[in-house]
């Protein structure tokens, strides 16, 4: 099939392509400059999009497991014949850099592979001679996907992939911000899967609202923020939807006073770094021991000089804009708050004037703990190094949080580091590594960091309904 991946963005409805009467613009977030004309979906088209996906859905759910996998697979393929395009499309829209859309769509395609391969067993639990107890899975119906805007496809996949493996049909909806990608990706699955099975609109936050109230709709997958999370899990009880909600983190990353900071600090700084922040996990709290404290500070910022912030399209640019304006707004202000109130910035904390969004790197030098910088998820390249000396009290202060989403200890003995990271309330604990993920380790944040997880078998199980049955051989009383 040929695309052009740079115009005719439009929806994917009961495998047709689909415009609309309203429209909004989308913006290439290091220029500013409008890169696309997006469909603005209707009620009425997500009634469309609903009754597409219920009326595919016995066939779907219907045919064998293994002919699902394989067209799982076949969207691997897809992402990985047109890799090109969509990591330029993904720079275009999203703001990243080429290295990072590369391992955004590459990771995609490789999670489609391994997604396939999953299945859910049906279990006996009691069996003799004359009954059995089983249990198995059946899928739900209709997923409704929702998808925030610094990974637009990845969180894409991690929604669509176990989704359709376990026999759901979806209706899928990307952010206003970053609608191409996953617009394209409807387009190109057109040829792929059968009609209604995936259906890609496109519109605003009412639209999103409107998924979660729907009727049609029989669970919600959510990645986005803790405070539009709660609106969706209220939104969702009209008709008791389930729900997996992947939301927002404030992580702590834990350094003992074991590790050599000039080693260290390239790591360290990725951690926290990565895609400009706008990451939701990445090490948002860097808590570095009093021993080696400043001169892992001044490596850090060493390090940090080194890195380029621009356009994501020119070559040698390691990070990226900021995504949107809403978010670049949100970051200025909390720059501005911190030098307010006196914060030491030891690098950046000035916004300069100029196009695009753009925001340099800033470490801040032990703020307060009860700072805005240290209590807030800033998804944006900001990042407060705080002192510690004593393992309970950094323990508490990392805890100290409504988040939960992952978390990292940093130490050359494994061990230690292990037992304090199993005191961190969080749903991911990665001991001297960080950003790992696998299609077969599960992800999901504690406390208000979400509810469910994403991935491995227990990830494939959220898109399904347990069913027990219990069978008796024959009748237990027959009548004569
Ligand atoms: P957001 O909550 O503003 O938007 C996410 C999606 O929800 C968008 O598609 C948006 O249109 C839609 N939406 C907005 N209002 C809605 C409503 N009332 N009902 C239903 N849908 C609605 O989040 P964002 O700013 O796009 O993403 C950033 C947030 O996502 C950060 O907090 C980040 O930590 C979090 N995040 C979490 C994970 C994870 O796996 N836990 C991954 C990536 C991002």
């Keep these: 099939m040929s695309v052009d991946f740079y115009s005719d963005y439009s929806m994917t409805i009961d495998g047709k392509a689909v415009g609309a009467s309203a429209s909004f613009e989308a913006y290439n977030p290091a220029t500013e400059a409008v890169i696309a004309t997006v469909p603005d979906a209707s009620k009425a088209q997500l009634d469309e999009a609903v009754a597409s996906a219920k ?24 992402l990985t014949a047109h890799a090109e395009e969509f990591s330029r499309l993904l720079t275009l829209e999203q703001g990243k850099a080429k290295a990072g859309a590369d391992w955004e769509v590459g990771g995609s ?50 929604k669509i992939a176990p989704a359709l493996v376990a026999g759901n049909t979806m209706v899928l909806k990307p952010s206003p911000y970053t609608p191409l990608c996953t617009l394209k990706l409807g387009e190109l699955l057109r040829d792929v899967l059968p009609v209604g099975v995936l259906n890609v609109i496109s519109g605003g936050n009412d639209l999103g609202a409107w998924m979660t109230e729907h009727s049609g709709i029989a669970k919600i997958a959510f990645t986005g923020s803790t405070a539009t999370g709660k609106k969706v899990m209220a939104s969702a009880a009209s008709n008791l939807k389930r729900v997996t909600l992947e939301l927002g983190g404030n992580d702590p990353a834990i350094v003992l006073p074991d590790v050599d900071p000039k080693q260290m600090a390239k790591e360290l700084f990725w951690a926290a770094f990565q895609n400009s922040a706008q990451f939701c996990c990445a090490a948002k709290r860097l808590y570095i021991h009093d021993d080696i404290y400043d001169a892992l500070r001044d490596e850090l910022v060493a390090y940090a000089r080194t890195v380029k912030v621009g356009d994501g399209l020119q070559q040698g640019t390691d990070l990226g804009p900021i995504q949107n304006k809403m978010q670049f707004e949100k970051v200025k202000d909390l720059l501005a708050d911190a030098k307010a109130n006196g914060l030491n910035a030891v690098l950046g904390g000035d916004v300069p004037e100029g196009q695009g969004y753009f925001v340099p790197v800033t470490i801040y030098d032990n703020p307060p703990e009860d700072s805005r910088v240290v209590k807030e998820e800033a998804f944006g390249p900001v990042l407060p190094l705080l002192r510690f000396n004593d393992i309970d009290d950094v323990v508490a202060r990392a805890n100290d949080t409504d988040m939960g989403l992952a978390a990292s200890v940093w130490s050359a003995d494994a061990d230690l580091a292990r037992s304090i990271g199993e005191r961190i309330e969080a749903g991911v604990i990665w001991i001297n590594e960080i950003h790992t993920f696998s299609p077969h380790a599960a992800f999901g944040g504690h406390k208000q960091s979400g509810i469910g997880v994403e991935n491995s078998l227990e990830g494939l199980a959220e898109y399904t309904n347990t069913q027990t049955v219990v069978t008796r051989r024959s009748p237990a009383v027959t009548i004569a």
């Design 109 to 158: 395609a490789a999670w489609c592979g391994g997604i396939a391969t999953q299945s859910l067993a049906t279990t006996v639990l009691e069996k003799d001679d004359e009954r059995t107890v089983e249990m198995r899975h059946v899928p739900l119906g209709v997923i409704g996907a929702i998808t925030p805007w610094n990974f637009p496809i990845l969180l894409a996949i991690w």
């Design 55 to 78: 009326a595919a859905f016995p066939a779907w759910s219907a045919r064998p497991i293994e002919e699902r996998q394989a067209l799982v697979t076949k969207i691997g393929d897809v």
